[in-house]
């Protein structure tokens, strides 16, 4: 497909639909009759997502949001050389590697890093709605969450990004933290550097 559709236009097969479908289902239920301020990457496949998570339009407040979208691939038209370049890829580490033309995990962190900036300003509006939905992409989906609760690389690139049509929560516990609703897969134990609590130029 990526041969003749770039990456933000292609849109759902008809499995995505059912698992947007079921997704909605479960939103639905945890939001109740709460408001909801929804977040949407400009791809195609992220509004079809968003429209049929069924979501009372009464209640939602829906942006827009570019700094969600996918991580940018660069030019995926050489079929042989897309096979290189993942193979690169996950030998050097998912965050580092940067694709030819395009960007790196630790790219997709600085714009999500400046979103969350954006996001932690509209909370001290007093008509903020109680709830954010994000509707974006695994690997950014594991990005927000690795600056959110401050994991280390090695951290994030043990995890395995969600499978499509699955959510995540960020839950406020009683001790004033947010934790995750359940874990990411992990594929592999962490290996750190070393520390990271202290900061020296190398």
Same mark, same amino acid.
């Given at each position: 497909m990526y041969e003749r559709v770039p990456d933000h236009a292609?849109?759902?097969t008809e499995a995505g639909r059912r698992q947007a479908a079921e997704a909605g289902k479960r939103l639905r239920e945890t939001f109740a009759d709460e408001r909801v301020s929804v977040y949407?990457?400009?791809?195609?496949?992220? =509004?079809?997502?968003?429209?049929?998570?069924?979501?009372? &339009?009464?209640?939602?407040?829906?942006?827009?949001?570019?700094?969600?979208?996918?991580?940018? !691939?660069?030019? !995926?038209?050489?079929?042989e050389d897309v096979r290189?370049?993942?193979a690169y890829r996950d030998a050097y580490g998912h965050f580092f590697y940067r694709f030819a033309q395009g960007e790196s995990?630790?790219?997709?962190y600085d714009r999500v890093d400046a979103f969350l900036e954006s996001l932690w300003r509209s909370f001290e509006d007093p008509a903020h709605p109680p709830n954010?939905?994000?509707?974006? =992409?695994?690997?950014?989906?594991?990005?927000f969450c690795m600056r959110w609760? =401050?994991?280390t690389v090695a951290e994030f690139e043990s995890l395995s990004n969600p499978g499509n049509g699955?959510?995540?929560?960020?839950?406020?516990?009683?001790?004033?933290?947010?934790?995750?609703?359940? &874990?990411?897969?992990? !594929?592999?134990? &962490?290996? &750190?550097?070393?520390?990271t609590s202290w900061?020296?130029?190398r």
């Open positions: 292609l849109g759902l949407v990457s400009p791809y195609r496949r992220t =509004h079809q997502t968003l429209e049929l998570l069924g979501l009372d &339009p009464a209640r939602t407040r829906v942006r827009e949001e570019p700094r969600l979208r996918e991580q940018d !691939w660069g030019n !995926w038209q050489d079929r290189k370049q993942k995990g630790a790219d997709v954010v939905l994000l509707v974006t =992409h695994g690997l950014t989906m594991r990005l609760l =401050h994991w699955e959510t995540r929560a960020l839950l406020l516990g009683s001790d004033g933290r947010y934790h995750l609703d359940r &874990p990411f897969e992990r !594929w592999c134990v &962490p290996e &750190p550097y070393g520390l900061s020296v130029r």
